[in-house]
């Protein structure tokens, strides 16, 4: 965990939360475009099937926002951890220099 307040486990679960989400949302596209309306009546079918055809494009659209959110996050965690790192290093190499430790 960051001192700056940046929790790197809680950062990383909005990711996986995400990607769930991402999951269910594919789910759903594929079910919404694997449902038949054969069993409609016939004035009715074309409009179901247009409104299925949406709907499934609709969840697959947010799949594809779910990922780039948790995409997003776990860029986030390498940058913050990149850069915590990099400062822990400078801030040790500054400790060496100052002499042996007391």
């Known amino acids: 965990m960051s001192t700056m307040g ?4 809680q950062l990383s679960l909005g990711s996986t939360n995400w990607l ?3 999951e269910l949302m594919t789910s759903t596209s594929r079910d919404l475009a694997g449902q ?5 009546a016939p004035g009715v079918q074309s409009a179901a099937q247009a409104f299925l ?3 499934s494009g609709y969840a697959a659209e947010s799949s594809t926002l779910a990922t780039g ?3 997003a996050l776990d860029a986030r965690v390498t ?3 990149t ?3 990099g400062a822990e290093s400078g801030l040790t190499d500054l ?3 100052l002499g042996p430790a007391r």
């Open 6 to 9: 940046a929790d790197y486990n």
């Open 20 to 22: 769930a989400l991402a």
């Open 36 to 40: 038949g309306t054969g069993a409609l």
């Open 53 to 55: 055809t949406a709907w």
């Open 69 to 71: 959110f948790a995409d």
């Open 79 to 81: 940058d913050y951890s």
């Open 83 to 85: 850069t915590d790192q």
């Open 95 to 97: 400790d060496g220099r």
